[in-house]
């Protein structure tokens, strides 16, 4: 029986997709069959992030509303055979289906699957309810800036509401630099102030951009991103993986300088 | 010196979250804990020092510490 993961935070831009697409990635390297799902209706991204965007023939809306089968509408990707992705549309509108329906979709795909990434829209309308119905768990995106954690609060207490109790969150775009002169909350800061299960934590990296820019992933790759969703997948898949501090290794170097300089 | 700017960033987010959380205007939190230290101090010998009130998204915890020789 596979599991229902929600890749959400309130605010857009701070990288659900950009996640969802890495994670999704990550998981199937693993050997386990995944599939992720775009429910960001009318403004669709994930295929894009992913490269697939010249691939799509049905849609999410389709396969809700019978216009085809689930396998008509999956696309596979020849680089990752354990992958799937089931894209949304991009001329309907959030309304075009019910958390009802999302629902029935999930309880008869689930069985096919290891895990299933649903990739949220941002917001806490019909969008963010139709993503969350049928997921067990939720992966919560936010970036060290007070907008984005005040969202990210805020789409906790809905999934804690809406009985969804394994909420656990991760942090992207830490930047070290800002970290340590002060200028950027640290992991400690963000875990404290939204008192959730800290999942992983992403560096700034452009590797990111670059990748994207390709539609290709990270995971998988030799970067600090790369490595820091590799450790975030074995996390998920059960592993115990330590989640390294990313301020500590230059602040350990600094201090023997000190030391060696006498400051 | 500048003062970092984490700091500023932080009292933000703190008292944003409290607002969102009980859905009240800015100064709200601040009365209700002013009451609540009221309300208990009819009954609990307490100090202001002593005493917070922290509100999380699901319970309103009162912390006091009690009386030190």
Redesign the interface.
């Known amino acids: 029986m596979g599991e229902v993961i929600v890749i959400t935070s309130g605010k857009g831009g701070v990288g659900k997709t950009t996640t969802t697409a890495n994670i999704g990635i990550g998981l199937s390297l693993a050997g386990k069959k995944t599939i992720v799902i775009d429910t960001d209706l009318g403004l669709r991204n994930l295929d894009v992030v992913m490269g697939l965007e010249n691939r799509i023939v049905y849609n999410l809306v389709d396969v809700i509303s019978g216009g085809c089968r689930l396998k008509q509408a999956l696309i596979r990707d020849q680089r990752y055979p354990e992958l799937y992705l089931l894209p949304s549309a991009q001329t309907k509108d959030k309304s075009s289906i019910s958390p009802e329906q999302m629902r029935k979709l999930l309880s008869e795909i689930k069985d096919e699957f290891d895990y299933i990434l649903i990739d949220c829209p941002a917001g806490i309308e019909q969008g963010f309810k139709n993503a969350i119905a049928g997921a067990e768990r939720s992966i919560v995106v936010t970036t060290p800036e007070v907008s984005a954690i005040r969202d990210a609060d805020r789409i906790i207490g809905l999934l804690e509401t809406s009985g969804i109790q394994k909420n656990e969150l991760l942090i992207n775009r830490i930047r070290v630099d800002m970290v340590r002169r002060g200028d950027m909350m640290t992991v400690e800061d963000v875990t404290e102030i939204l008192a959730i299960d800290l999942l992983g934590v992403i560096p700034d990296d452009e590797q990111v951009v670059i990748a994207t820019n390709q539609g290709e992933a990270v995971v998988g790759t030799d970067s600090l991103s790369g490595e820091a969703y590799e450790r975030i997948c074995r996390r998920i898949l059960g592993e115990k993986v330590d989640i390294p501090d990313v301020c500590c290794p230059e602040g350990f170097l600094d201090r023997i300088k000190h030391l060696f300089s006498g400051k | 010196m500048r003062m970092?700017?984490?700091?500023i960033?932080?009292e933000?987010?703190?008292n944003?979250?409290v607002t969102?959380?009980l859905q009240c205007t800015p100064g709200t939190a601040d009365d209700l804990s002013r009451d609540i230290y009221r309300a208990v101090s009819k009954y609990i010998e307490i100090k202001p020092e002593c005493f917070q009130v922290h509100i999380?998204?699901?319970d309103i915890h009162i912390k006091y510490t009690g009386e030190k020789h």
């Open positions: 970092p700017s984490v700091r960033a932080k933000r987010v703190r944003l979250l969102d959380r999380t998204r699901s």
